[in-house]
């Protein structure tokens, strides 16, 4: 672990950068909340390796803390700590960054400034509230008819949101065709746009290396071809859970796979709404429902025990197929929960994304044949 006061060639940082030769340095300087207690570990990760801690600091009776080193090719990394409340996308590259309370975000040197800047002029407060205001009416609502008003009007205002950000997101990736400030803007139209793998394919066709080769575009359009692969009129792929096979629950038969978490809000609505009276309506008319458990936290203690809960206290009676590996979600690129899909009587994927009314009238065509 890297002491605050590091040294690379000089007590003062910024005369390193003028005397230690043509070697090129950078200080991320950060400050976290008066509130958190002097020796608190910050992390520093790699986006391109997100499992792996690069480095790490700790705080200093004043809330602050420092990252220096060797300045090559600009990169990536995540600056974070749970425990400090903290979580930085910083682009690391030549010069003194700022990260933090202070500084409300990241700045100092030119792409770091440039991304502030484009944050500060993309600002989405004027819809928070709204959102905000829908969420907290999904959560409270006390039936299923309130809770889908609020879902529709959260994602009404989500798509205004998603639709502004977008566009600002093509505005700054033209400008920055061949930089990593192009690349994180390319990262969020993946995420923003409603693109298949071959549209996503396309837009990258003359892209610069900097933007095809950075990590989470390359994971991004994993998940893209996966989703291909597993869309509707596709064959499903199986699933090897902790307890079984997905195979040996559905086969032969019009089966209802839902990926979900017992944490998720939504995923426990649509457990509750719909999954469960519709197993009760439709369980001896041909149709199986499988609850796919996926993204569980803790270890495998906690996660067996969040899992059992979730089933006591929805009054879960239908198969279930527990993943601890991310295989599931990466099989059928899964980017958020719940992920609802129909399976054919042949294995035949007949539909994916289903949500609220769609299910019920799903499974009724599906049983028709």
């Keep these: ?110 792409m770091n400034d440039q991304l502030a800047t484009f944050a500060k002029a993309n600002d989405m407060s004027d819809l928070e509230g709204e959102l905000r205001t829908y969420m907290e009416a999904y959560y409270a609502a006390p039936n299923a008819e309130l809770r889908a008003e609020a879902e529709r009007k959260y994602d009404s205002v989500e798509a205004i949101a998603n639709k502004r950000m977008l566009d600002a997101s093509w505005e700054l990736y033209n400008a920055n065709r061949d930089n990593l400030v192009g690349a994180l803007a390319m990262e969020q139209i993946s995420q923003l746009g409603d693109f298949t793998y071959t549209q996503f394919d396309s837009i990258l066709a003359d892209a610069a290396p900097v933007v095809k080769n950075y990590a989470p575009i390359e994971k991004t359009m994993q998940q893209m071809k996966a989703v291909d692969a597993t869309s509707a009129g596709k064959r499903y792929t199986d699933i090897q859970g902790v ?4 195979s040996d629950l559905i086969e032969g038969k019009v089966a209802l796979v839902d990926f979900y978490a017992s944490w998720c809000g939504p995923c426990r609505a649509e457990i509750k709404d719909n999954l469960v009276p519709l197993w009760k309506k439709y369980e001896n008319k041909g149709l199986v429902i ?80």
């Design 243 to 246: 307890d079984g096979k997905l």
């Design 1 to 110: 672990m890297k002491k605050i006061a590091q040294i690379i060639c000089s007590v003062a940082v910024m005369a390193i950068m003028a005397s230690c030769g043509s070697k090129q340095y950078y200080t991320i300087n950060g400050k976290v909340d008066a509130s958190v207690p002097e020796g608190t570990v910050v992390y520093m990760y790699n986006v391109a390796d997100p499992e792996g801690t690069l480095d790490s600091t700790m705080v200093n009776a004043e809330g602050q803390f420092v990252f220096s080193g060797e300045a090559g090719e600009p990169w990536v990394a995540m600056i974070g700590s749970r425990a400090a409340g903290m979580q930085e996308q910083v682009i690391v590259e030549q010069g003194v960054i700022s990260v933090g309370y202070d500084n409300n975000g990241v700045s100092g040197t030119p």
């Design 290 to 369: 499988v609850g796919l458990n996926v993204w569980e936290r803790g270890d495998a203690a906690a996660r067996k025990a969040a899992h059992e809960k979730v089933m006591a206290d929805l009054g879960i009676t239908y198969p279930q197929l527990v993943d601890s590996t991310r295989v599931a979600t990466d099989t059928y690129g899964v980017r958020g929960i719940p992920q609802i899909l129909l399976i054919d009587k042949d294995g035949t994927i007949l539909a994916r994304d289903l949500r609220g009314a769609a299910i019920e009238e799903a499974i009724v065509n599906a049983l028709k044949n």
